[in-house]
């Protein structure tokens, strides 16, 4: 009521006194904000939200867009002549600086922000504006958490969005003044090349031809010193293509790639692997929120390194393709073969689980496409190849494939969920290295006995055998592809083989809502139309047929056919090998190994791929007498099983208390006995899965 009362007593005083020029206006409110600090005792006690400065700063800016939406385009009114020529924007950053009253920065950092976006007038170029502004971006440092961090990154924001509209104002930030203490000092070199000695970026040589160039990267260099990096600076960068072949040429790369192993020296060695995985940052706005719950030692280098590394992977994904291909290469070059690999390799047990568990978290933040390829191809190498059995090629993957199968359980778990990570980038080359190169000569079928076996199989494998070239798989299509590998006529007898492979006394349960493998058919399916999405785009063929002999040899020779594979064993390549050699010890290994392992084997079960179906998922395969398979490794396992758990006391009930304690609800089981029944319930649920899984391919694909 009395503020309206008091808007009726000013509306009648302006219209009996005429309104106060804006430049007496604009002169007063700056005075307001100085009339604060004429009290040197209040100046340290008093927060800024408890005095009128935002307020006369918020008159000052209404005042200036008041003026030029007066005045006639390109001139400059008295309001804004007053605050360049007072430089009143330097006595701001100083006292922003200083951070008198608190809380001053954010509402200075606010101030010129609205003030260099709002004004149409181009005042940026100006020398009271541009070197107050580069002592606020010195000052955006992020080197020590901040609570104005928010507005630090919108100030930041604001100015590289002026910039990539405006490219020639990248010069003004190439003074002196904006390096600060990294002098710049040139010499001339022989082919008229310019020589800069920077104390903290090493010696850059940069041609004449490409000094412009140079200049707009030094500008991103000034902006990468800062804590916080806007995103506009991405785009940025993709604007200007010289720039951009600047930058791949340039230390640009080497710098960023080298930040992230400053970062990761910074991390403590004691950080427990879980706390990586919870942990969730962003770069930019989305940074973390620190509960009591959520901090650990260490959370705040941790998250200091994994925003850096998103800001990278945002960087390579939005700037021009030659600068993204160059910054991708240098990270792989710098810090995963210089610093992670030997970190890998050379660590001791508990490192060597902190190290892969932090490989886990940077492939799972990583999603730029050129970043994303070369992690890819410094984990499982770039050659397609298949490989002989000890002879790897590429040594990360190799180490990685002997830590699946390390003594240590805790290394293995970790590795194993690596491997998860991988598979789920979706690659077809990791796909491909690990398991399909291994598998598409199809020399792990037995033709010798393929008159007798395939009936048993197929119906259709008569008709298949006489098409070598399957069709390619249209996952685009409307209508469902048909597959005979996919979809064999004897489906019944393949899910009855996985369901009967242990025997029924060892089934865990007698409830028939538990006892089929129907309860694992809805997440299979959804699961596989997922997958078929993915898979589209890879080409791969419909039918599992045998290579023409051409595919072996050109000449055509007896030596190529598929035959004179009998000879030599199978290879089912180290990645499958390491499966089978885990699945052999599910009796004897902890609960935790055998869930992260059947889900790997589920995951390559649910592929699309007709040969890798055929190899993991066809339990009547003519295999050749050495060649492991997927059904004839749990069969050793359940054969494993019928020796041992008969030999305990009252075992059916131990069995029925096991997959209760498993659910959740039951009673404690001995632990001596805990590993074996447990691998019982893994094992008949595994059989179930793979049940579903076969279903569904059938389905989706008769």
Request: hydrophobic share 40%; proline share 6%.
């Amino acid at each position: 009521m009395l503020s309206k009362f008091s808007t009726v007593i000013q509306n009648a005083v302006d219209a009996l006194a005429p309104p106060v020029p804006l430049l007496e206006d604009f002169t007063y409110h700056w005075k307001m904000v100085m009339k604060f600090y004429g009290n040197r005792e209040s100046i340290s006690k008093t927060v800024i939200e408890s005095t009128n400065i935002p307020a006369h700063l918020d008159q000052l800016l209404k005042i200036l867009l008041e003026e030029e939406a007066s005045q006639e385009s390109g001139t400059t009114g008295p309001c804004l002549e007053y605050l360049l020529q007072h430089r009143l924007l330097d006595l701001l950053a100083t006292l922003a600086c200083t951070d008198c009253p608190p809380g001053m920065r954010q509402f200075t950092l606010c101030f010129i922000r609205r003030l260099i976006t709002q004004l149409k007038h181009p005042i940026l170029p100006h020398v009271s504006v541009y070197s107050p502004i580069q002592r606020l971006v010195s000052l955006c440092n992020g080197r020590q958490a901040s609570p104005t961090e928010l507005h630090e990154i919108k100030f930041l924001c604001a100015l590289c969005g002026i910039i990539c509209k405006h490219p020639q104002l990248t010069n003004i930030f190439n003074s002196q003044q904006v390096m600060g203490e990294r002098r710049l000092s040139t010499s001339k070199t022989s082919d008229d090349a310019q020589v800069y000695e920077d104390r903290d970026f090493e010696t850059i040589t940069v041609s004449s031809s490409n000094l412009r160039e140079f200049r707009i990267l030094k500008v991103f260099l000034c902006f990468s010193e800062c804590g916080s990096f806007p995103k506009r600076m991405c785009s940025y960068c993709r604007f200007f293509e010289p720039s951009a072949r600047s930058g791949a040429h340039s230390e640009l790369c080497t710098m960023l790639a080298n930040k992230l192993d400053v970062l990761f020296a910074s991390i403590p060695p004691d950080i427990e692997p879980n706390d990586l995985d919870d942990l969730q940052v962003n770069w930019g706005f989305d940074s973390p929120v620190w509960t009591e719950a959520s901090q650990f030692p260490g959370c705040r280098q941790v998250a200091a390194f994994f925003a850096w590394l998103d800001y990278c992977d945002q960087l390579v994904r939005e700037s021009h393709p030659i600068i993204s291909t160059a910054l991708a290469a240098s990270i792989r070059a710098k810090f995963l073969e210089h610093v992670l690999q030997p970190a890998l390799i050379e660590s001791e047990t508990i490192n060597k689980v902190l190290i892969t568990a932090f490989i886990t978290k940077c492939l799972k933040q990583v999603s730029a496409p050129a970043l994303l390829t070369e992690f890819l191809y410094w984990l499982v190498g770039e050659s397609r190849e298949p490989e002989l059995p000890d002879d790897s090629m590429c040594v990360v993957r190799q180490h990685l494939l002997d830590n699946c199968l390390h003594d240590q359980d805790e290394i293995s778990l970790e590795t194993l969920r690596l491997f998860e990570v991988l598979l789920e980038k979706n690659s077809e080359h990791v796909l491909h290295c690990l398991v399909l190169v291994y598998l598409t000569s199809r020399s792990y079928y037995d033709t010798s006995v393929s008159d007798s076996a395939i009936a048993s199989w197929s119906d259709e494998e008569d008709e298949r055998e006489k098409q070598r070239d399957g069709p390619l798989l249209d996952f685009s299509s409307d209508s469902s592809p048909v597959s005979r590998t996919l979809a064999p006529s004897n489906i019944n007898k393949i899910i009855n083989s996985f369901l009967l492979l242990l025997p029924q006394h060892l089934h865990s349960t007698t409830d028939p809502d538990e006892s089929g493998y129907e309860q694992y058919v809805q997440d299979a399916d959804r699961q596989y139309q997922a997958c078929i999405g993915r898979c589209t785009c890879f080409g791969w063929p419909c039918e599992a047929t045998f290579p023409e002999p051409a595919e072996y040899d050109d000449s055509g020779s007896s030596d190529s056919r598929p035959e004179a594979d009998h000879g030599r064993r199978f290879y089912e390549g180290p990645f499958l090998r390491m499966l089978f050699i885990r699945l052999v010890r599910l009796p004897y290994q902890p609960y935790e190994i055998n869930l992260q392992l059947t889900g790997l084997v589920s995951r390559l079960a649910m592929l699309p791929h007709p040969y890798l179906h055929e190899f993991l998922l066809n339990p009547l395969l003519p295999a050749l007498p050495d060649a492991n398979t997927l059904f004839s490794t749990l069969q050793l396992v359940a054969n494993e099983l019928v020796t041992q758990i008969p030999q305990m006391k009252n075992y059916k009930q131990l069995l029925f208390a096991i997959r209760q304690k498993l659910l959740g609800d039951g009673s404690e089981v001995p632990e001596e006995e805990n590993s074996v029944l447990e691998s019982v319930v893994v094992l008949e649920e595994f059989c179930k899965e793979l049940a579903a899984i076969a279903f569904v391919k059938y389905h989706h694909s008769s």
